[in-house]
């Protein structure tokens, strides 16, 4: 299901009140494979329902370049939200997740392992003083958009992908 920011944090309090764990985790998701669907599948297994921010098309471009997203903010929410571990996503306009971060109120913050580790994270103050842990998960080697482009580029030079 797509939310916005107000009905994803009253779904996550619903959930809560229920006493069920929320899972929060966040990205652009640009193009989906299977590093994602694993570190998705991971990170729903920390809790009892997994809620995902999803950058906005501005935000991604200031975060990756002028070249991405390739594919548009609505489309990478809906197949987010076609993914059976996925419970839910909205799509963030900030560069950070804390914004949507404070108004879910995780009890688990997921990231992917390309961070050193909680302390690397910059939202990982605000996540502890609402009462939830930061967990990072491991990468599936060799898998990430980037390196996806990179060889696509390689293989099919000129062709502007």
């Given at each position: 299901?797509?939310?916005?920011?107000?009905?994803?944090?009253?779904?996550?309090?619903?959930?809560?009140?229920?006493?069920?764990?929320?899972?929060?985790?966040?990205?652009?998701?640009?193009?989906?494979?299977?590093?994602?669907?694993?570190?998705?599948?991971?990170?729903?297994?920390?809790?009892?329902?997994?809620?995902?921010?999803?950058?906005?098309?501005?935000?991604?471009?200031?975060?990756?370049?002028?070249?991405?997203p390739l594919n548009p903010e609505d489309e990478r929410a809906e197949v987010l939200a076609a993914l059976a571990c996925v419970d839910g996503v909205c799509?963030?306009?900030?560069?950070?997740?804390?914004?949507?971060?404070?108004?879910?109120?995780?009890?688990?913050?997921?990231?992917?392992?390309?961070?050193?580790?909680?302390?690397?994270?910059?939202?990982?103050?605000?996540?502890?003083?609402?009462?939830?842990?930061?967990?990072?998960?491991?990468?599936?080697?060799?898998?990430?958009?980037?390196?996806?482009?990179?060889?696509?580029?390689r293989e099919a030079p000129g062709t502007g992908h």
């Amino acid at each position: 299901m797509i939310f916005s920011r107000d009905q994803m944090a009253a779904q996550a309090a619903a959930l809560r009140a229920g006493g069920r764990r929320v899972v929060f985790t966040n990205g652009v998701f640009d193009i989906l494979h299977v590093g994602h669907v694993r570190y998705l599948q991971a990170a729903r297994a920390l809790g009892d329902a997994l809620l995902v921010g999803v950058n906005a098309d501005d935000s991604v471009r200031r975060l990756k370049g002028p070249t991405r997203p390739l594919n548009p903010e609505d489309e990478r929410a809906e197949v987010l939200a076609a993914l059976a571990c996925v419970d839910g996503v909205c799509v963030f306009g900030e560069d950070t997740p804390e914004t949507l971060i404070r108004a879910v109120r995780p009890d688990v913050h997921a990231k992917g392992g390309d961070y050193a580790g909680p302390d690397a994270l910059p939202e990982t103050p605000l996540v502890r003083a609402l009462g939830g842990e930061v967990v990072i998960l491991p990468l599936t080697e060799g898998r990430s958009t980037t390196r996806l482009l990179e060889r696509i580029e390689r293989e099919a030079p000129g062709t502007g992908h």
